[in-house]
Every structure is written in structure tokens, then in C-alpha cells.
């Protein structure tokens, strides 16, 4: 069974800096794997998503790398800014027909 | 994009709930998922082509319907406490190998 977790569950850090968001999965032998950003009591928006067959994928600030082998997967934002505070969740898709399953997010707070 | 309606509901124990979502166009698939405060969207089925195809850990009294005009619906009966979360769904067009999921901005549900 399929288990995605997500480490830390929360992160604060200064405007400017560096973000790194961790996914890890139990199975190895996933479909894809999708990196979601979400508002306070708002839906999901994606932010990339990384096929199997692929190391990373990049747009504009961010970053996300996969590596299937040790069940991770990165998300990088660089140069931090407050706009960026919301919940960050990955999720991992084992097979063709959509479902989707997901960790329980890192809540990021950027300060001014 | 995706909607979905309404944005807030309050029921009782034991009431029914019809949530209604409107795809984005041209989709031909339709997930929904459960999200618990603080945890990450659960699986709740998916429809393609209008019929259920996958479920996850949930009862029968969750049931869903998928219309021509690329509409859907979560029915859920006998309503329990528990059932208080945030209810989003998810399109995607299958098939097409890259199979983002674009979801909705959720209905949330309040069981008293």
C-alpha cells in the first residue's frame, strides 16, 4: 500500500530565503508525481508535475526533482516571498486511471 | 476551469447532500476527494465516461453521478459527524498521456 509523507509539516522562514519541501513514498513504482499549492480553505492549484520517466522539472522559481528509486521528491522555491505562504502537498499517481494520492502537506509561512 | 457548488453548507446528522462541480471543458474525467482539516485530499471515486471507475476507502452511501454537459455530483446519505471536511473535485481528459488534474475550489461541509 502506498504510503506519502510529507517532512515538516510546518516551516517558517525570511523573506529571501530558500525553500526546500520533502515528499517521500513507500512504492516505488509510481505513474507520476504532482506538487500542489493550497490557500487558506481554497482548492489546489498545481505546480508541476514530474513523470516517471523524468529527474525534475522546473518553472520560473521552482524546482522539483524526483527520485524513484529512494521515494522522493524535492520541491525547491527559490528566493522566498511572502506571496509563497500556503500549504504545499505532493502527490503520487501509481497507476494510468487518475487516483491520486496524497501526503498531508508542509504549511509555509514567509516572514517580511 | 473547475467549479463547484455551493461553498458552504451546513447539515445535520443523519440529512442528505448533493455537491454539484462543473468540469473544465472538454474533460472526460471527474475525481473527488475528501479533505479533513489539517490532513490531505482523500480518494473518493472517480467517473470517466460517466461511469464509477475506482473507489477508495469510502461507503456506498457516497455516490456520484456524471452528466453529458461535463457536470458531476457527490451524494452523500446519512450524514455523519465525521463527514465535516472540505469535498473537492478534480478533472483531468484521459488519454491524452499527461493527465494533470485541475481541481475545484471545494464545497465545504459542516455536519452538526
Known amino acids: 500500500k502506498q504510503e506519502v509523507t510529507q517532512i515538516p509539516a510546518a516551516l517558517s522562514v525570511p523573506e529571501g530565503e530558500n525553500l526546500v519541501l520533502n515528499c517521500s513514498f513507500t512504492?516505488?513504482?509510481?505513474?507520476?508525481l504532482q506538487w500542489f499549492r493550497q490557500d487558506p480553505g481554497k482548492g489546489l492549484t498545481s505546480l508541476l508535475l514530474i513523470q516517471s520517466s523524468q529527474r525534475e522539472q522546473t518553472s520560473g522559481r521552482l524546482n522539483a526533482s524526483l527520485d524513484k528509486s529512494s521515494g522522493r521528491s524535492t520541491l525547491y522555491i527559490a528566493a522566498s516571498q511572502p506571496g509563497d505562504s500556503a500549504t504545499y502537498l505532493c502527490a503520487v499517481r501509481s497507476d494510468s486511471w487518475g487516483k491520486l494520492q496524497f501526503g498531508a502537506g508542509t504549511q509555509v509561512v514567509v516572514t517580511p | 476551469g473547475v467549479t463547484q457548488s455551493p461553498t458552504h453548507l451546513i447539515k445535520t446528522r443523519g440529512q442528505q447532500v448533493t455537491l454539484r462541480c462543473s468540469s473544465q471543458?472538454?474533460?472526460?474525467?471527474v475525481s473527488w476527494y475528501q479533505q479533513a482539516l489539517g490532513q490531505g485530499p482523500q480518494f473518493i471515486f472517480q467517473?470517466?465516461?460517466?461511469?464509477?471507475?475506482g473507489r477508495g476507502n469510502f461507503p456506498p452511501r457516497f455516490s456520484g453521478l456524471q452528466f453529458p454537459n461535463d457536470s458531476s455530483e457527490l451524494n452523500v446519505n446519512a450524514l455523519e459527524l465525521d463527514d465535516s471536511a472540505l469535498y473537492l473535485c478534480?478533472?483531468?481528459?484521459?488519454?491524452?498521456?499527461?493527465?494533470?488534474?485541475?481541481f475545484g475550489p471545494g464545497t465545504r461541509l459542516l455536519v452538526l
Open positions: 512504492d516505488s513504482a509510481i505513474y507520476n
Open positions: 471543458s472538454g474533460h472526460n474525467t
Open positions: 467517473y470517466y465516461r460517466k461511469e464509477e471507475n
Open positions: 478534480a478533472s483531468s481528459s484521459r488519454g491524452t498521456g499527461v493527465e494533470t488534474q485541475y
